[in-house]
């Protein structure tokens, strides 16, 4: 699976400035999926204008919200009350729209000689009850926690689906985007860190134990199959159903030409 490594945001800007851009904001799992998109819907549209920006899943919807953005990237499904803010402010309800399917990857040190985890072992970790690596079967030294900020998308979802609700520990470093996650991990020997599976450049992605005991890498099978304990839908927002030229960059998204992007760049295709 070819691997990206991209920082926090980036910005899609066409030499013609004529046409109004779509604007996109929100997840930075998703950054740059988006900018793969809007690069070829552009190139196949000549005039057309997709700007996107990344900063998490939280403040896209937060866009959204505001109406300052046409399409909120989301790697974490909004809440309820974030769509009733949209019905109150705009009589309609947002639409949300699966454009992509990633494996949440845990990453550790290329060094450290963990191969897997159970999912009760990570939430231990990252809940501050397991410190040691040699506690989960690795080498006698203190494990260094990195994390997401809490406006992720990739942090409410880890967040959710591991530690069930239950706080961070308070020795876990937040950083701001999953390429600082990578990179920080990639430097420090007993480090651990989580993020898209597109990311993991530099890093070892460890297998998690599923539901048959058995343990899986977030690989395109396991993702489909549902193997995979961390397997997760990317997701397009809008308020109310698309239309103009925001449906049009969406019909694009999905579209055989859009879905072999999602492949490209290293997300598994959502049909």
């Known amino acids: 699976m070819k691997r990206f490594f991209l920082a926090l945001a980036v910005t899609v800007l066409p030499a013609l400035a004529s046409a109004q851009a779509v604007t996109v904001k929100g997840s930075d799992t998703m950054v740059i999926l988006s900018q793969r998109w809007a690069e070829n819907y552009m ?26 953005t046409d399409v909120a990237n989301a790697s974490r499904a909004m809440k309820e009350a974030e769509k009733a803010r949209v019905r109150d402010r705009y009589n309609v309800l ?16 290329e060094s450290n ?48 689906n591991v530690l069930k609700g239950d706080d961070f520990a308070a020795a876990a470093q937040t950083l701001p985007g999953t ?21 993991a450049k530099g890093v070892k992605e460890v297998k998690l134990v599923g539901k048959d005991g058995q343990a899986y890498l ?4 396991n993702v489909a199959s549902g193997k995979y304990p961390l397997a997760r839908d990317l997701f397009v927002y809008t308020r109310g159903k698309p239309s103009g030229e925001a449906k049009a960059f969406i019909e694009f998204c999905l ?17």
Do not use: C, H, M
């Not at 977030?218 to 099978?221: D, F, Q, V, Y």
């Not at 859009?258 to 049909?271: R, S």
């Open 113 to 160: 000689p963990i191969e897997q985890l159970t999912l009760d072992q990570l939430r231990k970790i990252y809940a501050g009850d397991v410190t040691n690596w040699k506690d989960v079967g690795g080498p006698d030294a203190k494990i260094v926690l990195y994390s997401r900020e809490n406006s992720s998308g990739t942090y409410v979802f880890f967040k959710d």
């Open 179 to 199: 390429a600082a996650v990578v990179n920080a991990t990639a430097k420090e020997k007993f480090g651990i860190g989580y993020g898209g599976a597109a990311y």
């Open 94 to 109: 947002p639409t949300e729209i699966p454009v992509a399917k990633d494996g949440l990857a845990v990453y550790v040190n």
């Open 43 to 68: 190139k196949a549209n000549p005039g057309k204008r997709v700007q996107v920006t990344g900063g998490g899943s939280g403040v896209g919807i937060a866009a959204l919200i505001n109406g300052t």
């Open 218 to 221: 977030p690989s395109a099978e």
């Open 255 to 271: 579209s055989p030409e859009g879905q072999a992007v999602v492949t490209t760049v290293g997300y598994f295709p959502v049909k």
